[in-house]
């Protein structure tokens, strides 16, 4: 299998060899901004979406929460011969015992380590540390 060569003009000297890569240099910069605003848009758009799904989800679980407490606040209460007191605290035990629940579980979700600045500042510093020792 033989080497695909690319022409080369005799008569082009280096300044003009230095002037087409800056040329396409400049031309890959444009390329990729105009790629850069491309995918902005997109993941805007899409999160958009997103969001306004999530903000609907979350008033209709609201509601669904609220007819929840009082279908279980009514039935205890029937339960308990009428008295509809000893079921709304028996439903507020049930809902700050769960509350509790997804109180720990996001407490310790915070606690978990995330990849923080200080991280990202190492890495770009030992990324010119290499950069340097590769060049000089």
Do not use: C
């Not at 999530?54 to 279908?71: H, N, R, Y």
């Not at 000893?86 to 915070?110: D, H, M, N």
Request: charged share 20%; proline share 3%; no cysteine.
């Amino acid at each position: 299998m033989g080497v695909n060569r690319i022409p080369v003009d005799p008569d082009v000297g280096i300044p003009d060899l230095v002037n087409r890569l800056k040329d396409d240099s400049r031309r890959l910069v444009a390329d990729e901004v105009r790629l850069v605003k491309l995918e902005v848009r997109d993941s805007v758009t899409k999160s958009g979406t997103g969001a306004m799904w999530m903000s609907l989800a979350f008033g209709v679980g609201v509601v669904a929460a609220v007819l929840a407490t009082l279908l279980l606040v009514t039935l205890i209460g029937r339960l308990a011969s009428g008295h509809m007191w000893v079921g709304a605290i028996v439903t507020a035990i049930l809902e700050l015992g769960l509350a509790a629940v997804f109180l720990r579980k996001g407490a310790a979700a915070f606690k978990q380590p995330h990849y923080t600045l200080d991280q990202t500042r190492d890495t770009v510093s030992d990324t010119a540390v290499w950069v340097k020792s590769k060049v000089g």
